[in-house]
């Protein structure tokens, strides 16, 4: 059996212009995951998608949060545990029972999706 060498090599320096390359790529990635963060949509004008297309089945001010309503009150949705911007992006995306099939922008789904995780309860 071999025995590892006890004694590392340190790795090699790095050069300047390649240490600031690196720099600048990682500030780059974290200034595009903030902006990436604040782009996930606006909930004034998911509200106003789901006054227009919503409204008509589901309670969508968020004051009911009755579970068992079918179909649920947007309440209800925000407070489901499992719920996260990607479950409803999936769900708003699949056709399922008689939901009407809208077709929104990606923009309005952002949008929806930002007012119905704004309404959980605090």
Same mark, same amino acid.
């Given at each position: *059996? *071999? =025995?590892?060498?006890? @004694?590392?090599?340190?790795?090699?320096?790095?050069? %300047?212009?390649?240490?600031?390359?690196?720099?600048?790529?990682?500030?780059?990635?974290?200034? @595009?995951?903030?902006?990436?963060?604040?782009? *996930?949509?606006?909930?004034?004008?998911? =509200?106003?998608?789901?006054?227009?297309? &919503?409204?008509? &089945? #589901?309670?969508?001010?968020?004051?009911? +949060?009755?579970?068992? +309503? !079918?179909?649920?009150?947007?309440?209800?949705? %925000?407070? *489901?545990?499992?719920? @996260?911007?990607?479950?409803? +992006? !999936?769900?708003?995306?699949?056709? #399922?029972?008689?939901?009407?099939?809208?077709?929104?922008?990606? @923009?309005?789904?952002?949008? !929806?999706?930002?007012? !119905?995780?704004?309404? =959980?309860? =605090?």
């Amino acid at each position: *059996m *071999m =025995r590892a060498n006890a @004694t590392r090599r340190p790795p090699p320096p790095i050069s %300047a212009p390649i240490r600031q390359t690196l720099i600048a790529l990682g500030l780059g990635l974290l200034g @595009t995951a903030g902006a990436a963060a604040q782009q *996930m949509g606006d909930a004034r004008a998911g =509200r106003a998608v789901a006054a227009t297309f &919503c409204i008509q &089945c #589901h309670a969508i001010d968020g004051a009911s +949060r009755d579970p068992a +309503r !079918v179909p649920p009150d947007f309440g209800a949705v %925000a407070d *489901m545990a499992s719920q @996260t911007a990607l479950s409803l +992006r !999936v769900f708003l995306q699949t056709p #399922h029972g008689d939901m009407p099939r809208y077709q929104l922008t990606p @923009t309005e789904t952002d949008d !929806v999706i930002a007012y !119905v995780l704004s309404l =959980r309860a =605090r």
